[in-house]
């Protein structure tokens, strides 16, 4: 079976490596961690990981912005914006945007599974036709 991978777009090194730490765990592949959203863009397209998790308020081109040029070459992407609370009216910003769901920092390894296995159940659901 394929190992699903992921890229992970932080601009604080502690939650890239949490983040990482959880995937692992999960028996996911992290296959790149960047700090913007133009790494993370440049990221995306070179390696096309099977699920992103986009922090929405990033230097540079923000998690938004990234997140609409995913999306604009791949609109199968699988984007999952991070974020904290504060940062409500982004979040929303970033679901209309089309990213495929959120977890608000601080957040638990168990709400992080539960998100991945939404989304990733969802994307197959809808890529099975079946929506």
């Known amino acids: 079976m394929r190992t699903n991978t992921v890229l992970i777009a932080d601009d604080a090194l ?3 490596t949490l983040l990482r730490d959880i995937f692992i765990e999960f028996g996911w592949q992290v296959i790149a961690e960047v700090e913007d959203g133009e790494q993370a863009l440049a990221a995306y ?3 096309r990981p099977d699920l992103v998790t986009m922090d929405v308020v990033m230097p540079g081109m ?3 912005a990234a997140l609409e040029k995913i999306l604009a070459q791949d ?3 699988r984007i999952v914006v991070c974020s904290a609370l504060g940062q ?3 979040m929303l910003k ?3 945007a089309g990213a495929r769901d959120f977890i608000v920092k601080p957040f638990r390894t168990e709400q992080v599974r539960e998100v991945i296995d939404r989304v990733m159940t969802e994307s197959r659901d809808s890529w099975n036709g079946s929506e």
């Open 88 to 90: 409500k009216q982004l």
């Open 75 to 77: 609109a199968s992407a």
């Open 14 to 16: 502690f939650m890239r």
């Open 94 to 96: 970033a679901i209309k």
């Open 45 to 47: 397209t070179e390696q």
């Open 62 to 64: 923000g998690g938004v």
